[in-house]
């Protein structure tokens, strides 16, 4: 509806599958886009939010969506940020850390360094929040103060307010715009 001509690359089953019924199936892909044959030069934007972190080889997915861009082409992407003062404060406890999920962690610094040797020119840095549904805060309020999570809890549960979401911005997440050098 905005103009754009859009495609879809997810890692996730699940996510891809919500994706497809909800847009247009013939272009959501399941899988990297190592694996998705698309033609060099066929976009002017690309976006990744929280996804690099993802990644299997962060520095060849940079790559392939270096050769996808037409020459003015633009990519954006959202991820935790490792230089953040939340994550000096909470450290080991920060709500960045993904065990099971996160294969890589980014600074701004070093993201921007990869972008660079990937072909990229940093062109904006900012710092994003996100949506957090209130049971997910809740869930990571317990690793800093279980009571306080417990009463949370109870009171959310016993008021409906458990599927409530809300902007939150900690500054820990950093958004990157580049372009192609």
């Known amino acids: 509806s905005k103009?754009?001509?859009?495609?879809?690359?997810?890692?996730?089953?699940?996510?891809?599958?919500?994706?497809?019924?909800?847009?247009?199936p013939e272009k959501i892909f399941n899988g990297t886009l190592a694996q998705v044959k698309l033609p060099d030069n066929s976009f002017g934007l690309i976006t990744m939010w929280d996804c690099i972190e993802h990644i299997a080889d962060p520095?060849?997915?940079l790559?392939?969506?270096?050769?996808?861009?037409?020459?003015?082409?633009?990519?954006v992407l959202t991820t935790p940020n490792t230089s953040s003062l939340a994550h000096k404060i909470f450290k080991q406890k920060w709500m960045g850390y993904k065990?099971?999920?996160?294969?890589?962690?980014?600074?701004d610094k070093n993201l921007s360094l990869l972008?660079?040797?990937?072909?990229?020119?940093?062109?904006?840095?900012?710092?994003?929040?996100?949506?957090?549904?209130?049971?997910?805060f809740l869930q990571r309020l317990s690793l800093y103060s279980g009571p306080a999570a417990k009463i949370m809890n109870f009171l959310t549960e016993k008021t409906g307010l458990n599927n409530l979401s809300f902007y939150v911005n900690p500054w820990d997440i950093v958004c990157i715009y580049a372009k192609k050098i």
């Open 3 to 24: 103009g754009f001509d859009a495609y879809g690359v997810e890692i996730s089953e699940y996510a891809s599958r919500i994706a497809k019924n909800n847009l247009s």
């Open 59 to 61: 520095e060849g997915e």
């Open 63 to 75: 790559s392939k969506i270096y050769d996808l861009l037409c020459g003015d082409g633009l990519l």
């Open 99 to 107: 065990d099971k999920e996160h294969l890589y962690y980014f600074s």
């Open 115 to 136: 972008l660079k040797i990937a072909g990229f020119k940093v062109i904006k840095k900012e710092r994003v929040g996100k949506f957090i549904p209130l049971s997910v």
